[in-house]
């Protein structure tokens, strides 16, 4: 029988529906409107059960890609804003998409005077500490992988972190998922 072909993106590779994601944290401390917004992998799983929300994303891109989320799906925990800045663990989620109560909170950094509580306008879900990555995968080493994979066709080519830097959730690839996993085992 004949599969049905894919739909390609921008890129002539294959659009496929995201199933694995990058999240992105500070795991240092930075004060906003009197609030440390230190969040890091560490605290992550210091949390009752590993679990936490992910709230405070207002970004409508983000936002949408957390819409799409479902329960099961894996991600990397990525942190930024930081020395060296890099993907440290896995988590899981394990809550789809709901309303994120600090867009309704006028005391926290992501308060949201134009969002209605019965249309709400930013949305979290819940993740799960899943584990630690073998070794520290910083964006130096992802950096120069996207740019040599750019000419080669390699499998980070098209990677949301260095293509849709900006965002702080973000769609990650199979084909990327199980290139950068396997980054874990190599000794550098």
């Known amino acids: 029988t004949k599969q049905p072909k894919k739909s390609a993106n921008e890129n002539g590779t294959p659009a496929e529906k995201p ?32 679990v936490a929300c992910w709230d405070g994303v207002r970004n409508y ?13 894996e991600g990397f925990f990525y942190h930024s804003n930081t020395k060296i800045p890099g993907i440290i663990g896995l988590v899981t989620i ?34 799960k500490y899943n584990r630690e990555l073998k070794r520290y995968i910083p964006l130096p080493e992802l950096k120069s992988l996207h740019q040599a994979h750019k000419s080669s066709g390699g499998p980070l080519r098209n990677l949301a972190l260095f293509t849709s830097a900006r965002l702080s959730v973000q769609p990650v ?16």
């Open 19 to 50: 199933t694995k994601w990058l999240f992105k944290s500070e795991p240092e401390s930075r004060m906003e409107k009197g609030v440390d917004m230190k969040f890091g992998f560490s605290d992550l799983k210091a949390e009752k059960d590993g």
């Open 61 to 73: 891109q983000a936002r949408n890609f957390m819409r799409n989320m479902k329960v099961g799906e």
């Open 94 to 127: 394990v809550r789809e998409a709901y309303p994120d109560h600090t867009q309704f909170d006028p005391k926290d950094p992501h308060y949201d005077p134009k969002s209605d509580k019965a249309s709400p306008r930013w949305d979290m879900v819940d993740v």
């Open 173 to 188: 690839t199979e084909e990327e998922w199980n290139f950068i996993l396997q980054l874990e085992n190599e000794k550098k």
